[in-house]
């Protein structure tokens, strides 16, 4: 059997051709820019991408909602922490501190360990 190069291209090209679509991962620059793209264009997802250049619009709006998501969930976690802080503050003020009327540990008898010293 021979050595056929233009179908073993063909084949080669068919088994790559899904490869193209796989998302590269997104450099610093780019994350800056779809950040000041969100600040300047809101949600003009197409504006936003126009700025990044290097990303195709699928990529810029699969980004654009993961950091929506994340910016919401942030907010929601520090929302929260506030009204457990204001909770704990308030129950805190609430209660009466009682002072212990005795200490917690009782003094050591002396042993005479140190009588004669």
Known sequence: AGYNPDAALRLLRTACSGLGDQP????????????????????????????????DLKSTLRLFYIEKGLKKRSNRDKESELR?????????????????????????????????A
């Not at 997104?26 to 997802?45: I, P, Y």
């Open 84 to 116: 457990r802080a204001e909770a704990v503050r308030a129950s805190r003020s609430a209660t009466p501190v009682a002072l212990p009327s005795q200490p917690s540990t009782p003094p050591r008898a002396d042993d005479g360990a140190n009588d004669g």
């Open 24 to 55: 590269r991962a997104w450099t610093n620059g780019e994350v800056r820019h779809l950040r000041s793209g969100v600040a300047k264009f809101g949600s003009d997802v197409a504006a936003i991408q126009e700025l990044v250049k290097t990303k």
